[in-house]
Structures are given as structure tokens and as C-alpha cells.
């Protein structure tokens, strides 16, 4: 089969698709979606770039903290655990 018969094949089955989702009103429900979605996005209030700035420093910060945290609670267990082995 050449490849133009396998691409007219999967456009018409995404034809068909297409048009049984319209029909079953998938496509307006989600065209609704999206409009709703956009008119939400319009109200959010968008933070300057020295406050992303700021939050950024402080999500670096906090997941410095939690990651040596978690290396130094590790580090005791394994002292722990070879010292029980022993």
C-alpha cells in the first residue's frame, strides 16, 4: 500500500472521529472549556518580576534545606544501620 492510501485512510478516520465527537458535543464542550478557562486566567493577578525573582531564591533555599536534610538523616541511619551490623 503506497503511503498516500495510508494517509488518506488516517485522515478519514480522523475525519470520522472529528465528527462523532461534534455530533456527541464533545467539541463545543471543550471550545467552552477553553473559552471559560481564558476569562479565569484574565482575573489571576500576575506577580512583578522581583516577586518570581523572590520566590524562586526562596524555593532554592528550601529545597537545599530539604535535600541536606535528607542527606544527613540518610548519613545517621547508615551509621546506625553499620554499627547494629557490626
Known sequence: MSDLVKTLIWVAVLGVLFGVLWYLGYIARFANYLKETREELRKCTWPTWD???G????????????????????????????????
Not at 520566590?55 to 534545606?65: E, I, K
Not at 545517621?76 to 551490623?85: Q, V, W, Y
Open 55 to 86: 520566590s524562586t531564591v526562596v524555593v532554592a533555599v528550601a529545597t537545599l534545606l530539604i535535600g541536606l536534610y535528607t542527606a544527613l538523616v540518610d548519613f545517621i541511619f547508615a551509621l546506625f544501620a553499620r554499627h547494629i551490623m557490626g
Open 51 to 53: 516577586e518570581l525573582k
